[in-house]
């Protein structure tokens, strides 16, 4: 008898044993889901920051926000507004346009400091690059989209600075011919 209430003891501790358990499992789970939930949307927003989207960094459409107060500006405005021969379209006449290229760039960025006083000494290059990518352009595509033509340059000159802390190039003013 004393055998069979001990057996019986024994069973009751390990259903209740089993019970405490998978209520601690339980409530273990959910805050661990939680928990795993809040760093993955933390590691998320610290992705889109690092890497920005398309073209990474803080580049093209899909750069992630940059605040107004870490804008700056530099480009081939006014008097250094850029004429460029461009490729022979269906017409096969010879075409020009004449644009005014602006390069926003976020002043937040780690590369920025070191790459603003190599901008003025660089502009011939940067210069360079925009008239290689719209010379391969015909006067329609450029009136159709630009798009494809502005993510273009934006490469090229991310890859002359080696950074992607240039991260839109606008085209201010277009005249084409």
């Known amino acids: 008898m004393k055998k069979n209430l001990l057996s019986i003891i024994i069973l009751a501790l390990l259903v209740v044993n089993i019970?405490?358990?998978?209520?601690?499992?339980?409530?273990?789970?959910?805050?661990?889901?939680q928990t795993a939930k809040l760093i993955s949307d933390i590691a998320a927003a610290l992705e889109l920051e690092a890497n920005g989207g398309n073209t990474g960094g803080f580049s093209g459409s899909a750069s992630g926000n940059v605040e107004v107060a870490n804008i700056a500006t530099f480009g081939f405005t006014?008097?250094?507004q850029l004429t460029i021969n461009l490729k022979p379209g269906a017409d096969g006449k010879t075409h020009y346009m004449l644009v005014e290229v602006v390069f926003s760039m976020n002043t937040a960025s780690a590369d920025y400091t070191a790459a603003s006083e190599k901008i003025d000494g660089m502009k011939d290059l940067v210069k360079g690059k925009v008239t290689s990518v719209l010379s391969n352009y015909t006067l329609e595509e450029l009136q159709a989209d630009d798009t494809p033509a502005k993510e273009a340059i934006l490469e090229g000159v991310q890859e002359l600075f080696n950074s992607n802390f240039i991260y839109e190039v606008t085209f201010s003013s277009v005249l084409y011919q």
């Open 78 to 80: 006014g008097d250094n």
């Open 19 to 33: 019970g405490m358990t998978s209520f601690m499992l339980l409530s273990v789970m959910t805050t661990n889901s």
